[in-house]
């Protein structure tokens, strides 16, 4: 099945709706858009995911399914909780598992969901002498050219036949398992998001005091007493995360909160400054002018316009 969103809240809801936690923030300025394509067979799933904006993607595994991501790269950029991304590197993502990405430019990804007794019992099959120990947490796998080159030969065909055969995702869990085993050997091979350096910590740390505090006024100093660092090394951690300064990412967090709020609104009893005010924003006169900018769209069109 393929479809192509041109909103982000659209695109939210429909992956929210097939079962996935999901919860994305449009960083970047400029209309959205997204093409998904999505197969389903042998009680396993492929997803593959265009993006064309600069995004913040929150996201957790799917309960009683292991979880693998492809990037796609092309020109873009994207990281996982603060490590950078390949095209020749996975992400593991064990069931009900926390991740944070963050995209910039064309970026597509592809994810395999596979049931969680499927996959160990494809591990107990390929090493049925060893007691394998996978990680807990969301894992980033960096690059093996030549399992990548297979996976890739596996799932090229699904595309071109619409197809997810159970033969497929049976060649598709013996080269991921291979990869995972070879990596079990090279610990500097994989980094777990919970140790992948200060200055993400110090970064997701900022995060969270804006996320608390995005409605109120918030200065720099603020964020520098949180996260216990100065502002030179806040403004190095937190761009080299988010790839934007940290006042821009508050500026866009409420852009995000006011459309969100704009889009679930009933226009009969709801004023787009109430909205803007309610969620931080203070200097009216060029709320309008930056979220055209930043959507593509008036905040008036966002509040009347009927979504699917």
């Known amino acids: 099945m393929s479809e192509t969103f041109s909103a982000i809240e659209e695109l939210e809801g429909a992956l929210q709706s097939a079962g996935y936690d999901v919860d994305y923030r449009q960083i970047g300025k400029g209309a959205f858009s997204s093409e998904v394509e999505t197969f389903v067979g042998a009680d396993s799933v492929l997803a593959s995911v265009r993006f064309n904006n600069h995004l913040q993607i929150g996201a957790q595994a799917t309960q009683g399914f292991v979880g693998i991501i492809l990037p796609n790269l092309g020109s873009g950029k994207a990281a996982m909780c603060g490590t950078a991304l390949d095209d020749e590197g996975i992400v593991f993502l064990p069931p009900r598992s926390e991740m944070e990405f963050v995209t910039s430019g064309r970026v597509k990804n592809e994810t395999v969901l596979i049931p969680e007794a499927k996959f160990h019992a494809f591990v107990r099959a390929l090493a049925p002498s ?131 709020a704009l889009v679930n609104a009933d226009h009969s009893d709801c004023t787009v400054t109430s909205v803007a005010m309610k969620n931080g924003i203070s200097h009216l006169g060029r709320f309008s002018v930056e979220y055209r900018a930043h959507f593509g769209e008036s905040p008036s069109k966002t509040l009347t316009e009927k979504r699917p």
């Not at 740390?205 to 006024?217: G, H």
């Not at 502002?231 to 190095?236: A, V």
């Open 130 to 260: 060893q007691t394998w120990s996978f990680p807990k947490v969301a894992t980033v796998y960096q690059a093996n050219p030549l399992r990548h080159a297979q996976l890739r030969q596996v799932i090229s065909p699904v595309y071109r036949n619409g197809c997810l055969s159970a033969e497929t995702v049976s060649s598709l869990l013996t080269t991921l398992v291979l990869w995972l085993i070879d990596a079990d050997a090279s610990p500097e091979s994989k980094s777990t998001q919970w140790r992948n350096g200060s200055a993400a910590t110090i970064a997701r740390r900022a995060e969270t005091f804006i996320e608390n505090e995005y409605q109120n006024t918030i200065h720099l100093n603020d964020l520098c007493v949180h996260t216990g660092v100065g502002l030179r090394t806040l403004q190095r951690c937190f761009a080299s995360y988010f790839q934007i300064s940290p006042l821009e990412y508050i500026k866009t967090r409420r852009l995000n909160e006011v459309r969100r």
